[in-house]
């Protein structure tokens, strides 16, 4: 488990395509303080576990499912990457409760700057957009932010100068895809309500309103 609270942008030194994997070397140093093989790193939003240690640099095996549902199957040498260590049982709480397991890709539709703030936002597909909820929060690339916005599938973040700072979030690009990971809560909500029909679940919309919810 995660916090959303990225300790430090590693760089990819190396990908290495394998028959239906990809080996991942990526330099590092604050992330690597206290890390064994077997740990595990969330790079870019994905949870992967480290399998090679070097002075400077750590190394994963990246597998088809990953590679086919996140942005790190469009890593290239030389690139950018948000990096934290998993949590452990006595860390602040700093984020949200990122679990690594990446929801979707989204594109950027905008990043903007205005008057000191930076807006950045996603489309996010009908799926995933009915766990999304204002003021909750998301995991993008990685970051714990809070939804500023709805407007039908864009959502909009306001970043802090020290996110933006710390992250690859700066780098982003119009039509970039990102690795979104959804509220964990609000995921578990929405297929109690959504199939508490067929499965006979005392859990329902109704019901939750009648606790005060």
């Known amino acids: 488990m995660f916090t959303g609270i990225v300790e430090e942008m590693g760089t ?26 077997g740990d595990s790193i969330n790079i870019e939003g994905v949870c992967q576990t480290v399998t090679e240690l070097g002075e400077n640099s750590f190394s994963v095996f990246t597998l ?5 549902k996140t942005t790190l199957g469009l890593l290239r040498t030389g690139g950018r990457v948000n990096l934290e260590r998993a949590l452990r049982p006595d860390s602040r709480m700093g ?20 008057s000191g703030n930076v807006y950045l936002s996603v489309e996010i597909p009908e799926e995933q957009i009915r766990c999304c909820v204002g003021e909750g929060s998301i995991a993008l690339d990685g970051v ?16 802090i100068p020290d996110t933006i700072k710390g992250t690859t979030l700066a780098y982003k690009k119009t039509g970039e895809l990102m690795n ?34």
Not at 22 to 31: D, E, F, N
Not at 97 to 113: A, D, F, M, N, Y
């Open 95 to 114: 984020g949200h409760i990122v679990q690594g397991h990446v929801s979707c890709t989204v594109p950027v539709r905008e990043l903007r700057r205005e």
């Open 144 to 159: 714990s932010l809070t939804i500023a916005e709805i407007q039908g599938h864009i959502v909009r973040v306001n970043i």
């Open 64 to 68: 088809a499912e990953s590679l086919k």
């Open 12 to 37: 990819v030194l190396a990908v290495v395509r394998e028959t239906g994997r990809s080996r991942i070397t990526i330099a590092g140093k604050r992330v690597l303080e206290g890390t064994g093989i």
């Open 180 to 213: 979104l990971e959804t509220d964990i809560i609000g995921r578990y909500v929405e297929r109690l309500l959504s199939h508490g029909a067929s499965n006979k679940s005392r859990l329902s919309a109704e019901r939750l309103i009648e606790l005060g919810y």
